[in-house]
């Protein structure tokens, strides 16, 4: 018996897939550093550094350091549980106007004929992102990021996903394809053009640093819109300015998600560019098939 998958077809509507890192994309700070750390009694920027000397000294995975790194001083200190993880969540701090992001733009990709959907592709964790208030409304279609599998007792006993740099890009892929569960192999199948549901040409990538370099790189390469944000009360835009000469990303925008930002606007011209681009693609379609089918009576005859 075959395994039942999430799959999605391609529809008559154009979709534009709106995919975001989330610490210092969507939240000015790491997640873990806005009440985890600080309940195991630890000054953050020293869990920081124990979990890269872990990961350095071991030859180990970053993500999988700091996720190491949670459990072991969890111990004597917390019950590390999905529920707690997800209360943790619900206080992670967010930037001005994400709460109305999200709903704001698929009304208005819905006003231009297209249907937008929002993806989270981080290696921070699902459990704290299922817990922030996006996530708890349903926000987002799906959140690849990494997280814990589980003992009998509910505890975080060992990895289950885990995810970084350029692991990141699979899961464009799968978004692109409709092959949205992790486990599905069929990501590695071969999809015609016309059978693609997503387009690289209508997936957005916003993200602030250097491990979403390999998804705004892919994304831009295949002529989809690569945005790098900083946060506007730091002025801190360096690192995405770099990106931009490197021609890494194709935009730079303030972290700012409210209505008539230069990020909000820069969104909706996105989506009245992707109501165009498509309106044209099926045109070519359309003209192609008719020259497909002129061609097979001339040889018919």
Same mark, same amino acid.
């Given at each position: ?57 071991? #030859? ?12 072991? *001083?969890? *111990? ?33 990709? #819905? ?14 964790? =699902? ?25 009998? =007792? ?71 819109? /690569? ?18 000469? *490197? ?52 040889? /018919?005859?």
């Amino acid at each position: 018996m075959k395994e039942a998958y999430e799959r999605r077809k391609k529809e008559k509507t154009p979709v534009l897939a709106v995919c975001y890192d989330f610490d210092k994309t969507l939240s000015p700070d790491d997640m873990q550093a806005q009440g985890y750390i600080q309940s195991v009694g630890l000054p953050v920027k020293r869990f920081w550094k124990e979990a890269d000397e872990l990961a350095r000294k071991n #030859e180990m995975d970053g993500s999988l350091a700091y996720m190491l790194k949670m459990v072991r *001083e969890a *111990e004597g200190n917390l019950v590390l549980t999905r529920k707690a993880l997800e209360n943790y969540g619900a206080g992670v701090a967010l930037y001005p106007g994400v709460a109305g992001w999200f709903s704001r733009l698929k009304a208005y990709g #819905e006003a231009h004929g297209v249907k937008v959907e929002h993806y989270v592709i981080s290696s921070g964790l =699902r459990e704290m992102i299922e817990g922030t208030a996006p996530g708890r409304a349903g926000a987002f279609e799906k959140i690849y990021a990494s997280s814990f599998y589980y003992n009998g =007792r509910g505890v975080a006993a060992w990895p289950a996903q885990v995810i970084n740099f350029t692991a990141k890009t699979q899961f464009l892929f799968r978004i692109s394809k409709g092959v949205l569960d992790v486990n599905d192999p069929a990501v590695n199948e071969y999809f015609k053009p016309e059978d693609i549901r997503i387009p690289f040409r209508n997936i957005v990538y916003i993200g602030d640093s250097d491990t979403d370099i390999p998804c705004m790189k892919l994304v831009r390469s295949y002529g989809g819109h /690569s945005i790098g944000v900083y946060d506007p009360e730091k002025g801190n835009d360096k690192k995405v300015k770099k990106l931009m000469l *490197e021609n890494r990303i194709g935009h730079i925008a303030p972290a700012d998600y409210r209505k008539g930002s230069p990020l909000d606007k820069l969104l909706l011209a996105i989506i009245e560019k992707t109501e165009r681009a498509e309106a044209l693609e099926e045109m070519h379609v359309r003209d192609l098939k008719s020259a497909e089918k002129a061609e097979n009576r001339r040889f /018919s005859i």
